[in-house]
């Protein structure tokens, strides 16, 4: 993953659930449109890990925020891409929010050290504050740990295949699958955390778009019924994990 990444997204984000036989069904009519990113042209299967751990307060304002639908909301979390601790590859600070119908993120690079890959809870915070690039992303964690005490509190995994439109740089599509959640407050789980798999059997299927859909994505909608969710990995691994329920 190249540290050339983008730091700031301000986009529409639809997303879609589709069992097995559809998503191979939808992936082959969606290649007349779109191409692989570059990034995963040459990579095996053409997919890459994506591993997030997010932060909460004990009463998981953010989760309920999203089960409740604010049209105002926001969470933090640390991503990487990959399972090995020693690694060499970025790590970044984000807050992914929505403010009415548009999901709006920023991120910021984590120093290239590797002592927080080893420590979870109150130190991984306090690295996090002392060690990120400063900024209002970090200003906003800071003020967030101290306000309300956030803490990590569950890893989500998944492999994502990435492509982008032929024809609109700005359209985004990727499938997500072999979704797994962990209860832990590290980036790196120690080997006695045990993984869940959520949503078995599933693809999340996620559209990201600045203006409009283009119109031949709408007649795939139509031709396949595809239903658009208010879908959360997180919100979906905290009640897989028994944190927290929808009612």
């Known amino acids: 993953m190249a540290t050339s990444t983008k730091l700031h997204f301000s986009r529409f984000e639809f997303k879609y659930l589709l069992p097995k036989g559809l998503r191979q069904e939808v992936e082959s009519e ?3 449109f779109v191409e692989f990113d570059p990034f995963v042209a040459n990579r095996p299967d053409h997919r890459y890990l994506v591993r997030s751990l997010y932060w909460d307060d004990r009463a998981l304002t953010a989760f309920h925020d999203k089960i409740d639908g604010m049209l105002n909301r926001s969470k933090f979390r640390i991503r990487t891409y990959t399972t090995d601790p020693d690694e060499p590859v ?14 709006v993120k920023h991120r ?3 120093d290239a050290g590797t002592e927080h890959s080893s420590v979870g809870g109150d130190r991984l915070a306090e690295l996090v504050m002392d060690r990120c690039t400063p900024g209002p992303i970090q200003q906003e964690f800071c003020f967030q740990r101290y306000r309300r005490r956030i803490q990590p509190y569950a890893l989500i995994d998944y492999m994502r295949r990435p492509f982008i439109s032929r024809f609109d740089p700005e359209f985004r599509l990727t499938f997500d699958e072999d979704l797994r959640v962990t209860r832990t407050n590290r980036l790196f789980p ?8 959520v949503v078995p059997g599933y693809t999340v299927m996620e559209v990201k778009f600045r203006h409009h859909l283009p119109s031949w994505f709408h007649r795939i909608i139509q031709g396949y019924e595809l239903r658009r969710l208010s879908f959360s990995k997180i919100c979906e691994g905290t009640i897989a994990l028994g944190l927290a329920s929808d009612d």
């Open 108 to 110: 910021t690079p984590l």
């Open 30 to 32: 969606l290649n007349h």
């Open 90 to 103: 970025p790590r970044f600070l984000e807050i992914k929010g929505r403010h009415n119908n548009l999901v």
């Open 190 to 197: 120690k080997n006695t955390d045990r993984s869940i798999r």
